[in-house]
């Protein structure tokens, strides 16, 4: 389970990220992201903690509570996901493999320059 949390409450931003350690993950791989506002995000799964009725989980809660509603919501979109006919889902795998390549090659990019600007400044500091 790999959670990420995007709160605009600092105290409970922090309360979760205690509760969710060794869960905790960035935006970009994880699960579910867990937020205090109602956002419409169709690129996430997102778990909402409000003082409302119609949220995933009601403040106050502990953090026995808290895991337990986030394995629920989980559960249920594995079960959503694994609805989905084989195609779809050998599409996403592959989309997931595009870009980590194009991630690798972008942190590549960023080494050679890297390497670069040191070269180019040890050269410098030698030259004078």
Do not use: W
Request: glycine share 2%.
């Amino acid at each position: 389970m790999k959670i990420a949390v995007q709160c605009d409450s600092p105290l409970l931003q922090r309360s979760l990220e205690l509760f969710l350690e060794g869960h905790l993950s960035s935006k970009r791989q994880c699960d579910m992201v867990i937020r205090d506002k109602m956002i419409a995000d169709d690129e996430y799964p997102t778990f909402f903690i409000t003082s409302n009725a119609q949220s995933n989980l009601v403040k106050p809660f502990s953090k026995a509570q808290l895991l337990d509603s986030l394995r629920k919501k989980i559960d249920s979109l594995k079960d959503l996901s694994a609805s989905l006919p084989a195609y779809q889902r050998v599409d996403e795998e592959s989309d997931n493999r595009v870009g980590f390549e194009i991630l690798e090659h972008h942190i590549e990019k960023l080494t050679r320059e890297y390497q670069t600007n040191i070269l180019k400044a040890v050269r410098a500091f030698y030259e004078k």
